[in-house]
């Protein structure tokens, strides 16, 4: 096989893990949070109201627990709502990671539709390096060009076909 193709085939996996590792953590602790959100008990009502004649004390207490459970109210939707997009983002890119992985198992295969996606993932990462060189100023132009470089070898390797 041609050692080209591996390094490429090498580089699907690389960035496959790259991305799923992480993206399959966060999907599985939202899962286990949603559970745990599923299995807790509803919360109970203010324990002040069983008293027959409260006195100050006991209405300031209520009052700070109230402005104190509202707070948490609040704090509690923010959380589910960025825990929430945060896991849409990573299970859009565990899905992404599996097509890259699945991408690179073609191209080990010698599989057309490997080669094809491929192409298209390298003409699209070259186009975005190479608006990123013309607009990224500093070090880190430096990466930009890399990139674009891995991206035109690859397109190279792709272009010269399954020797073997």
């Not at 209405?59 to 109230?66: K, Q, S």
């Not at 097509?99 to 699209?124: C, E, I, N, P, Y």
Request: aromatic letters at 12%; proline letters at 3%.
């Amino acid at each position: 096989m041609n050692p080209h193709i591996i390094f490429l085939a090498n580089q699907f996996y690389a960035v496959a893990a790259v991305l799923g590792i992480p993206s399959l953590v966060i999907t599985l602790l939202y899962a286990g949070y949603r559970i745990q959100l599923w299995l807790a008990p509803s919360s109970t009502a203010s324990s002040f109201g069983k008293v027959s004649n409260p006195d100050a004390v006991l209405l300031v207490l209520e009052g700070i627990t109230r402005a104190v459970g509202s707070l948490a109210a609040v704090w509690r939707f923010v959380e589910k709502f960025v825990f929430g997009g945060i896991a849409i983002v990573a299970c859009v890119v565990l899905a992404i990671a599996l097509a890259l992985f699945f991408v690179g198992r073609g191209l080990q295969g010698h599989q057309d539709w490997a080669r094809l996606m491929a192409g298209l993932v390298m003409t699209g990462l070259v186009l975005v390096a190479v608006l990123s060189v013309t607009s990224i100023r500093g070090p880190w132009v430096l990466l930009s060009f890399g990139v674009t470089a891995v991206g035109l070898y690859n397109l190279w390797a792709l272009w010269r076909g399954f020797q073997i």
